[in-house]
């Protein structure tokens, strides 16, 4: 599976972005796909999951209220809706696969994918 992330920008804060992420190869039913965030000298975090099966939507508690993840299985595409967008959402952003199977409170931590797309970079300014 390769995954190809885009969508990135500088905006300002209050603002809405979208990313997008393209998978290429074999997307199975028990796929979890999901976005990460990496602002400099943090940890990788989660942001955002979903699955591929039964579009089950999961969020880290941060931006739940603010973010929203849309997978096309026709289009083997995943996007991550962000609005309301804050200073501390900035950091490069990241498009992740995993084989699954996802069970609730699972798939929230970086070890838990398996593919990984490049970054790609959101700052958001004050």
């Known amino acids: 599976v390769q995954l190809q992330a885009s969508g990135g920008g500088l905006v300002q804060a209050g603002a809405s972005l979208r990313l997008s992420c393209a998978a290429s190869g074999s997307i199975l039913s028990s796929y979890v796909l999901g976005w990460f965030r990496q602002a400099p000298g943090k940890q990788r975090e989660f942001v955002a999951g979903?699955?591929?099966?039964?579009?089950?939507?999961f969020y880290a508690d941060s931006v739940k209220d603010r973010f929203a993840i849309f997978r096309d299985a026709a289009k083997n595409t995943v996007s991550l809706e962000m609005n309301m967008l804050k200073v501390e959402d900035t950091g490069a952003y990241y498009c992740a696969a995993s084989p699954g199977p996802y069970y609730s409170g699972t798939h929230v931590g970086p070890a838990e994918y398996h593919y990984w797309g490049q970054g790609t970079q959101v700052t958001v300014s004050s």
């Open positions: 979903v699955t591929w099966r039964n579009n089950r939507k």
